[in-house]
Each structure stands twice: as structure tokens, then as C-alpha cells.
């Protein structure tokens, strides 16, 4: 990926789309995934993607 990538923070109470967690890998961990197009009130903020970091994010991830 040559374009730098962000990261979404979304309020997941404004989102208008269905949210499913699931753990589409088998690894034990669910994961929201939207089904449909995201509302964009429901986006609060918008922070770089810094690569090593999706660990530190993924583990302060909480289920509904």
C-alpha cells in the first residue's frame, strides 16, 4: 500500500448500519464489521495508522 492508511474511530451508537462481531478467523477474538455504508456522523475521529501498533489498538477493543 503506497497510500497512508488511517485508522477510524467510530461511535458505534450513530452507526445506521447493522454491526455483527465476529471472528471471522477462528482466533478467538471478535471483531466489529459493519454491513453497510458508514454514516459519517458516526465517525468521530480520524488518527494515522503507525505500523506496529494494531496490537496495542486490538487489545483495547471490548465487545458490546
Do not use: Q
Not at 466489529?32 to 506496529?52: C, Q, R, S, T, W
Amino acid at each position: 500500500v503506497i497510500e497512508p492508511l488511517v485508522l477510524l474511530c467510530i461511535d458505534t451508537t450513530k452507526v445506521n448500519a447493522e454491526i455483527r462481531w465476529e471472528d471471522f478467523d477462528n482466533c478467538g477474538r471478535i471483531y466489529p464489521h459493519i454491513y453497510g455504508v458508514l454514516n459519517m456522523d458516526a465517525i468521530i475521529e480520524i488518527v494515522p495508522f503507525i505500523k506496529g501498533t494494531i496490537s496495542i489498538i486490538a487489545s483495547m477493543l471490548s465487545t458490546p
